[in-house]
């Protein structure tokens, strides 16, 4: 059996058992995190002035000097991964950052977990492409203008026609590769005053370069000089430049996700362009006609030399994977037996959990009475660790529930700190930081159990009766 056999069963037990812990709310049930965010470094080679951590020179300067330590992030690794679905690198910092980026992914795709990545994409090179796509299952580009004026004006240090270029070839190496092989490309967009009248062009400039999806969220405000950014202050603005966004988006069939418009406010484009408090304080003259611009893809890329890199990717990725096929089973044969008996005992635990919550489980398949069970994604199936080891469960809580540097993640994943907090999520005076969140949901016991049984497949299969 090749390891990623190994894994792949791993992962659909660990799932399983997942559900099964939510659904019986048994905290004693162990399982293992389906999703980590390696925060494996902070550093980031571009200054956007909306930014939390590289906003400003003295943030910058204390955040760009923190990194993971590499035995740390292996560590994390051998022993999340194999029973994780997913990971991601940094979200405070530029994860091609990263030292030997490529060397990373290559080792961590043998646990057959998929990376989302989110990156400013002005380092991406045919190299890391040749890396980093057969391992993704997501790549999100931070994008904030479509205009090469506004771009690297809230990109600060991005070069326009550079991120043009390795946009394109992103997609275009992605389009290159088999169905079943291609990753989703998005676009996340900040929305502020600066760049809201940019919505409509960046959804026409993510149709252009071949991204089918854009998402954007309003900038939080972190530093006062930039108070005016915040669209609060624009209602009528953003409501209308939402409006051109959304016909542009139903026009070119881009899948456009942005917050809702301001209910009970006229839109409206009037106002000044520009002005105190803003990253823009003023636009040069010929402004309103470059945002109006039609374009070709080949005004903004040289077609021909993204081809040519796109194939060589392809080529590469296409090669590789029949060399992997050819090997990976008699790469390492011990380590391929301790994976064999850490499946077989996961088996056997999952097993003795099912029989023990076997009445459970019949009864949310077939209940009438669905009482549905609070949920959130980053508590029940997620974790943050940080650079130094913290663990939480999401960006939005500060207070550590553990720490990787001197204990293994199961046992904080499963330990009391987080069974504490879980508890407090599910009660009637919730965390602070919960209350109102935007990541709860609620589930139905059925969905669950159905989940739980198409987890698995062979003779894993969960039979109720
Ligand atoms: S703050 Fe939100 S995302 Fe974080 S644990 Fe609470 S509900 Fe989940």
Redesign the pocket.
Known sequence: MAYNDLYIQMKAINRSLAALKILTGDECIRTMPQGISFQNTLVCNLRCPHCQTHGNEKDRIYYNGIRMSQEMLYRAAREVLPTADEYLFTVSGEPLTTPNMNILLREFSQYAAKIEMHTNGTLITPEILVHLLPAAKGIHVSIDGATPFVLEATRKGAKYDRLMHNIRLLTRSVEMLPDHMRPMIYFGCTIMASNVRELSAMVELAHLLGVHHVYGYFVVIYHNELRQEDIQLHQRLYNACRQQAVDTANRLGVHLCIPPAFEGVVPSLEGPLGGSERIIGRFPKNYPESLNAVHELKDLVDVEKVEKQAMQVRDQILGRLKDKRLFSGYRDMMGGVRQYIGLKRLQRYYHRTLRQHKTTLEEALTSENQQTIKF????YRRLYLSPTGKVI?????YHPLGDASNECIGDIWNGEAYRN?RAK?LSEN??K??IG????SWVRPVDLARDLCSCLNGNLVFRPT
């Open positions: 959130c994604e980053s508590l469960p999401c960006c939005y809580i907090f999520f919730p965390p930081e919960c969140c935007h990541n709860i």
